[in-house]
């Protein structure tokens, strides 16, 4: 069983015939013609791009990166200096000219514009021999390579590109270290035919005798990446700075080719909205080479290297690229059906005109062409609003599938990505010069740089100018209410309520249970976006709210029982917990108070409690336990709404001196984790939102 078969089955996937059109994954280990691409339904994934020619023709290489370093020459220095033939065969001989005059000599190595595993390959020291109408490519050869144990070496580098629409790169933290087979010595006239000196290509070396074959990763003429850098570690070379130009060496290259890439899938998919998942992948081999100074040089890059595994390193090697290649694309079983409830929504939206804007009329008055325009904004800040948070949801996955890869592009570091984002700018100027222009109008629209908390804010203006053209008054802006969580009012704007007695609490103690388990507490607050940190400090600097309970003096001193006309949330149960005094009123809390209440009879222990205080409904005479004279009533009542106030008060204290904790979490790491919360209010808003509906949700099944 082939490599590729094996990763394929550990990975989840079942084999399908050959014939199969509706398979999730299409594996060719040669290149696809753009009319497979383009037959491919929206769920499926194959494993090249259109387009990624070139940069792996060393023809196509060479040309494309002469053209980026004649405007990056300070970015785009690690290829060696290149000609092609026969276009650059004058050029080539003036540059040996010049040498002779100089009376200086280079060595430069010859190869087949299309050539691979070694194939054709040979080194010379002067341009006599060559023929101008040969297809060749010519480069300067690297004659001081940094080296092991005496040997000449390459490292086989393997990058995996998940989508080019937006552009995504990931490197393997593995790969392979190639040696040659026979010492190396500088390039003379006597040993330019030693290529087992010269050439590191296993597909060269392991034809000599002299090869060596070992399972072990630190022996042998094939060795593991890893392996090499600890190496680097125990000699004291900088392996952060190696990795760190290994990672910029690829990404730059690819930069080079997403500009073809790019146009091509665009022309493969023309359907296909920007930032939908896409149906091509594809795992890269880049060939490196070291000079004495540990800079690395790109040499060519394999868009199908080889997974064969004569070695036991080769194995463990390329097994781990394919099956954490395969986890980072994340196809799933559900995505055929997916894709075809997809397909027939379109339709419909397309057939009934569902989500586009209309066309003006040519005879529009100021205020339709505002109305139209404002509604083009909308949709445009909506597309692009689903765009980043299906990219929130892929950098999720990604995070967590990564295993052995890494992903270089896009960056984590600021500034990197900037510098990355204008080489692209300058790659698409370059290469599509008076072509593809919505592709370039597209690459510099500003919304690309917004993250999703400045595209609702967009959203929220649009709502606020649609509103003053229809003559509304526009609402308060700030965060929206989320609707599947418990309202909140001013306390004082409450009514007691005694219809929610005697069941009620009886059906919520097996939830308020659940939730103590599942969350000790769990707390949403509605807050300006511009409400900082600063401002809760200053508000937990105010005065405890225990300064606005009366003396023991005012209290009524009747034993008779009181009903709680306090209303808190079912979870909050008689024991004492602590709150922020800074937060403001919350919306819905799962705590204890720290008062202790005066504890109801068993008549009336069931009944809920209100938060505010009621004077419109006074409790039914026969709640309040034996009363039998009419005349003492009205005292009764005015000594029961009195007791009343004063819980009121009591149990606002305590919620103001609670406080919101997490499992395994203490009070400093609960308030870190809240100010990171609100800080990204928006973006953890629809998740705060499902958590409470299905908590609401699963109440009222019990009940």
């Not at 040997?151 to 080019?164: A, E, G, H, P, Q």
């Not at 036991?312 to 980072?328: C, M, P, T, Y």
């Not at 609003?385 to 984590?412: C, T």
Request: aromatic residues 8%.
């Amino acid at each position: 069983m082939t490599l590729v078969r094996l990763a394929i089955l550990e990975a989840g996937f079942s084999r399908a015939r050959e014939e199969d059109d509706t398979a999730n994954l299409i594996w060719n280990d040669a290149a696809v013609q753009q009319e497979r691409i383009a037959d491919l339904r929206n769920y499926q994934r194959i494993n090249h791009f259109p387009g990624m020619g070139e940069i792996c023709r060393k023809d196509c290489l060479a040309r494309n990166m002469a053209k980026m370093i004649k405007s990056q020459s300070q970015e785009y220095c690690f290829t060696p200096r290149t000609w092609i033939f026969p276009a650059e065969y004058t050029q080539f001989q003036n540059c040996v000219k010049e040498l002779r005059k100089k009376r200086r000599q280079k060595t430069f190595i010859v190869k087949p514009a299309n050539g691979a595993m070694g194939h054709g390959i040979s080194l010379i020291r002067s341009g006599e021999k060559l023929q101008a109408q040969e297809h060749l490519i010519v480069q300067e050869y690297l004659d001081k390579p940094f080296l092991l144990e005496g040997y000449k070496f390459d490292l086989r580098i393997y990058t995996l590109v998940t989508s080019c629409d937006p552009l995504r790169i990931f490197l393997y933290n593995d790969g392979l270290v190639r040696m040659g087979t026979e010492k190396y010595h500088a390039p003379t006239d006597s040993n330019l035919s030693q290529l087992f000196m010269h050439l590191t290509n296993y597909s060269v070396n392991k034809h000599n005798e002299n090869f060596e074959r070992d399972e072990q990763a630190d022996r042998g003429s094939k060795r593991s990446i890893r392996w090499f850098t600890e190496f680097l570690r125990t000699n004291d070379y900088d392996v952060a700075k190696f990795w760190n130009d290994v990672s910029d060496l690829v990404v730059k290259t690819l930069i080079v080719a997403e500009p073809h890439v790019l146009h091509a899938y665009r022309m493969c998919r023309p359907g296909q909205h920007p930032g939908s998942n896409s149906v091509c992948f594809e795992v890269l081999g880049f060939d490196i080479i070291l000079d004495r100074k540990l800079k690395p040089w790109l040499l060519e890059i394999n868009r199908a290297p080889s997974f064969g595994t004569d070695q036991k390193i080769d194995f463990e090697v390329k097994k781990g690229v394919l099956v954490h290649a395969l986890k980072l694309l994340n196809v799933r079983t559900s995505d055929r059906r997916k894709n075809l409830v997809q397909q027939k929504a379109e339709a419909q939206r397309r057939l009934y005109g569902q989500g586009s804007v209309k066309r003006l009329s040519a005879g529009s008055s100021e205020w339709e062409r505002q109305r139209h325009s404002l509604e083009r904004r909308r949709e445009e800040l909506k597309e692009r609003l689903a765009q980043v948070r299906k990219q929130i949801s892929r950098e999720e996955h990604e995070n967590q599938n990564l295993g052995n890869y890494r992903r270089i592009y896009p960056p984590d570091d600021k500034q990197l990505l900037e510098k990355y984002e204008s080489l692209i700018c300058v790659a698409f100027q370059t290469f599509l010069a008076g072509r593809a222009a919505s592709l370039q109008k597209e690459l510099s629209n500003p919304l690309n740089h917004m993250k999703e908390e400045d595209i609702l804010d967009l959203l929220e203006q649009c709502e606020v100018d649609d509103e003053k053209l229809l003559g509304k008054s526009p609402r308060q802006r700030g965060p929206k209410q989320l609707f599947s969580m418990p309202e909140t009012t001013e306390p004082n704007s409450r009514k007691y309520d005694e219809s929610s007695s005697s069941g009620n609490s009886s059906c919520s103690s097996d939830t308020d249970e659940e939730e103590l388990r599942d969350k000790k507490f769990m707390y949403v607050r509605k807050e300006r976006k511009y409400e900082s940190p600063e401002r809760s400090r200053r508000i937990q600097s105010k005065p405890p709210a225990t300064s606005m309970r009366p003396p023991p003096s005012a209290l009524p001193t009747a034993s008779l029982p009181i009903r709680r006309s306090v209303s808190c949330p079912r979870s909050i149960s008689t024991s004492a917990t602590h709150l922020h005094s800074h937060l403001p009123e919350p919306r819905s809390t799962s705590a204890k108070p720290s008062v202790p209440l005066s504890k109801p009879p068993a008549d009336t222990r069931s009944q809920s409690l209100n938060r505010t205080m009621t004077t419109q409904r006074i409790p039914h005479a026969t709640s309040l336990g034996t009363i039998h004279s009419a005349p003492r009533s009205s005292n009764l009542n005015f000594r029961t709404k009195e007791q009343d106030e004063e819980l009121t008060k009591e149990v606002l204290v305590a919620l103001n001196e609670m406080k919101i904790k997490f499992p395994g979490k203490s009070n400093e790491e609960a308030e870190v984790l809240l100010d990171e919360i609100l800080d990204n209010w928006k973006y953890h808003k629809p998740k705060v939102a499902s958590y409470w509906l299905v908590k609401l949700d699963s109440t009222k099944q019990r009940k």
